[in-house]
């Protein structure tokens, strides 16, 4: 799984062509969702990461509002992908490959922005279980960003009453990545060190 499909799930991919109700102006869950990001400073959790196929990669993820994240898929594979405050970077080891964008038009934006304002550009998805909060985010202005479909739950000790358990992406295709997510721990100390990387180095042909 290597660029094409795993930074599929955080790169900029061109939005879905499906006609989508312009969310309500004072929508109290997209406010709650609102208020829950504000109130995580920092979080971290393991993840699994599937694409179409069923393939998974898992590993870690820190992230430090605003604009930072790391996805650290340690054994799993010699890749990362970081954060670092203005860009999001994919680096490929085993390749020597880097490749950049900026946060703001990467689907992860909405999570990382120092000032969360869904109202424009979300909108809740029914669910049958009252405990779960689903929240569809596509900013028809901003085609770049792709269509996020977030998946929390309701939680009290969590930041806003809710805890953030993943999130799917879907590109042009139609073609889905799920990031799975456990073990969260929300507004613990993180080092601005854990979002700096080595640089990949380019293989010499022979």
């Known amino acids: 799984m290597r ?34 990001l504000a ?6 959790a393991t ?6 196929k069923g393939q998974q990669l898992s590993g870690t993820m820190t992230l430090k509002r605003p604009g930072r994240v790391r996805f650290d898929y ?7 992908l970081v954060a670092d405050g203005t860009n999001l970077f994919y680096l490929d080891y085993d390749v020597g490959q880097k490749n950049h964008w ?3 038009k ?11 304002d869904l109202q424009r550009i979300a909108r809740t998805v029914p669910t049958q279980d009252p405990r779960v909060l689903l929240v569809r985010v596509r900013d028809a202005r901003r085609p770049e960003f792709g269509t996020l479909i977030l998946a929390f739950v309701k939680a009290p000790a969590a930041p ?6 993943g999130w799917t992406s879907i590109d042009a295709q139609n073609k889905k ?12 100390a993180v080092a601005d060190t854990a979002f700096q990387f080595a640089e990949p180095q380019k293989r010499r042909r022979g």
């Open 3 to 36: 660029f094409s499909t795993l930074a599929r799930a955080f790169a900029p991919v061109a939005i879905v062509a499906v006609a989508v109700p312009a969310a309500a102006a004072t929508d109290p869950a997209i406010q709650q969702v609102e208020r829950h």
């Open 39 to 44: 109130a995580t400073q920092s979080m971290t």
């Open 47 to 52: 993840f699994v990461q599937t694409n179409g």
């Open 74 to 80: 340690g054994s799993s594979a010699n890749m990362l």
């Open 102 to 104: 900026p946060i703001t």
């Open 106 to 116: 990467s689907p992860l934006a909405p999570l990382l922005a120092s000032d969360p």
């Open 160 to 165: 806003g009453g809710l805890q953030l358990e």
């Open 177 to 188: 990545i799920t990031v799975k997510l456990n073990q969260q721990r929300y507004n613990v």
